[in-house]
């Protein structure tokens, strides 16, 4: 699989994640109380979403607020 192609699919899994993080009060909880991005990164493997920093990064990138930690910025749209 090309690199592409993987962050495709890696930002496809994140965008996943934020949709059910934006339904789920307890998840959305979960992610904001995280101190860093490992600790996002690690709340979604465990629920099966696996992404890394740089998925974090490309998303965040689109915002341009950057005021806030990249998590935080998911529930504010």
């Known amino acids: 699989m090309s690199n592409s192609a993987a962050d495709v699919e890696k930002d496809s899994i994140l965008e996943s994640f934020i ?27 465990a629920r099966g979403y696996v992404f890394d920093s740089l998925t974090i990064l490309r998303r965040w ?14 529930f504010s749209e």
């Open 61 to 74: 990138s689109k915002h341009n607020d950057f005021s806030q930690d990249t998590w935080l910025g998911w």
């Open 19 to 45: 949709s059910l993080a934006r339904q789920d009060e307890t998840l959305k909880d979960e992610i904001k109380a995280a101190l860093n991005q490992d600790q996002v990164i690690a709340i979604a493997a």
